[in-house]
């Protein structure tokens, strides 16, 4: 269906004669009608996607049809022995409803966001302790009495215990990473539908008690065809597709809802409540729970922050490809090493300069992704030549630099700095070969010796023996050997 907001309208339509003549068969055949095509389409929807996507959409398909056949259910008591009584199988289907649209829900978020949910789930958990306390508070905990409850009063319990569901897997849905247009417009306005119209079917007899809230039923009639149209809409598979869950952002909404969490809890607390134990009590519990939850919250920030703030500081001073010290980082360095050398008696740090053979032939037949490759395969294996506390760098392109401590034998660890590089680099099924001109410089040779100058005198060696025909390949193609059979 390209306009799926035809689905509620269809339901607006359906809901007037429920609104404005409750009771009447017209009113029961078109609401019945309607929500039986919602629950059709509801179910097509969901026969659309695969995999674990479809159980998602088949739980919340099966919760709306549950609620269908509470419905008929419910009138056909009606029909049959004019009374459904207190309680009836309808309440059961009825209320089997909030799980299973829980479920699919929260089915869908951790299959949008894999692995990114936390900071929305603690966040959500906050609103639902405040919301849970709340609808404890004033609609749960007046039932419990010394006499007991009666099969009604679990019933009134359960109720608005699924409605606590039904936030906590919207607040889940709204609050993780993804997109809002579509498919989650519509589930989330179904949702803010339905928890506004439970609460106000609960609460509201006691304010109007000679309304008759049969109307409503047009109300949840388009809340259901809200979560059909989701369903069916042509972008569903957003509400299960993971790169629809990239986008991440702290909303204003975000923060005032975690306001009001902050505050309503202790405004609660102020209020009289007779009894302690199950009143004051649980006021307590939740603030407890609220405050364990903030401070996590915040201490996941506190992380967050030191995370980001260590890889902006990696990526200042290495670089990107390979990993290794960039050319500011190897400037400070070399500073650091020259004023140590300077107290000492030695040659100071060993400066190799390395520049790669044969390496734009490479990136001209195979493609830069080769290039990048061997580019970081270098890498890796002069890290692995050196000791841990010596400097590999990369200055840019196919030039490297690797500061070793002064041990008498440069010699030795130039042959083994190009034995390293030299090796066949293996790479989708060729092996390619590279050479090295390596030029080598200490602080004992120069006059004022600083980086720059450290830096220029190995350069200048390195020049030297690519002049001298030293590079097995000066110029010519990489050695490419015969494609390797898998």
């Known amino acids: 269906m390209k306009r799926p907001f035809i689905v509620p309208l269809i339901a607006v339509i359906a809901a007037t004669p429920t609104f404005v003549a409750p009771g009447t068969r017209v009113a029961g055949w078109a609401y019945t009608l309607a929500f039986t095509l919602f629950v059709v389409l509801s179910w097509l929807g969901a026969h659309r996607r695969t995999g674990r996507a479809r159980l998602a959409h088949g739980l919340v398909a099966s919760s709306l049809t549950m609620w269908l056949f509470g419905d008929l259910l419910y009138t056909f008591l009606i029909w049959r022995y004019q009374d459904s009584g207190e309680v009836s199988a309808a309440d059961f289907l009825w209320i089997a409803g909030y799980p299973l649209l829980a479920a699919g829900l929260i089915q869908m978020v951790r299959l949008r966001a894999p692995g990114r949910l936390r900071e929305a789930a603690l966040d959500g958990l906050a609103m639902v302790i405040v919301v849970a306390t709340l609808f ?5 905990r007046p039932l419990f009495t010394e006499a007991g409850m009666s099969p009604a009063d679990v019933l009134a319990v359960a109720y608005p215990f699924g409605d606590v569901l039904l936030f906590a897997a919207g607040a889940l849905l709204v609050l993780s990473p993804g997109g809002r247009r579509g498919a989650v417009r519509y589930l989330t306005v179904a949702l803010t539908i339905t928890f506004v119209a439970d609460v106000s079917m609960s609460l509201a007899p006691i304010w109007f008690p000679d309304f008759d809230f ?8 388009l809340a ?6 989701a369903l069916w809409h042509p972008d569903a598979g957003q509400l299960t597709d993971p790169r629809n869950g990239e986008k991440s952002r702290l909303h204003p909404a975000r923060v005032v809802f975690l306001a ?11 209020l009289r409540i007779s009894d302690v134990v199950l009143g004051r009590g649980s006021i307590m519990i ?3 729970l609220l405050t364990a939850i903030v401070l996590t919250r915040f201490m996941l920030v506190v992380r967050a922050q030191e995370k980001i703030r260590e890889v902006l500081a990696h990526r200042a001073t290495h670089d990107t490809l390979t990993g290794l010290v960039n050319r500011q980082e190897l400037h400070a360095r070399l500073t650091t090493a020259l004023a140590s050398w300077a107290d000492d008696d030695g040659d100071g740090p060993v400066v190799h300069f390395l520049d790669l053979n044969g390496f734009k032939p490479i990136n001209d037949r195979y493609g830069h992704a080769a290039g990048d490759y061997v580019l970081q395969e270098v890498a890796r294996r002069l890290r692995g030549t050196v000791r841990h506390a010596e400097t590999v760098a990369r200055l840019g392109g196919d030039e490297f630099v690797v500061v070793t401590a002064s041990t008498g034998d440069a010699g030795a660890m130039t042959e083994r700095l190009r034995r390293a590089v030299t090796a066949p680099i293996l790479h989708e099924g060729h092996q390619l070969t590279v050479d090295v001109s390596i030029g080598v410089a200490t602080p004992a040779g120069l006059s004022r010796p600083t980086s720059d100058a450290l830096l220029a005198a190995a350069d200048a060696g ?18 490419v050997n015969n494609v390797i059979a898998g």
């Open 136 to 140: 404890w508070t004033f609609m749960m």
């Open 214 to 221: 049969e109307r409503l039923d047009g109300v949840l009639l």
């Open 224 to 229: 259901n065809s809200l979560f059909a149209a």
């Open 260 to 270: 009001i969490s902050l505050v309503a809890l202790p405004a609660l607390a102020d």
């Open 286 to 288: 939740a603030m407890a």
């Open 462 to 479: 390195m020049y030297r023996e690519k002049s001298a025909g030293r590079a097995a390949m000066p110029d010519a193609p990489p050695l």
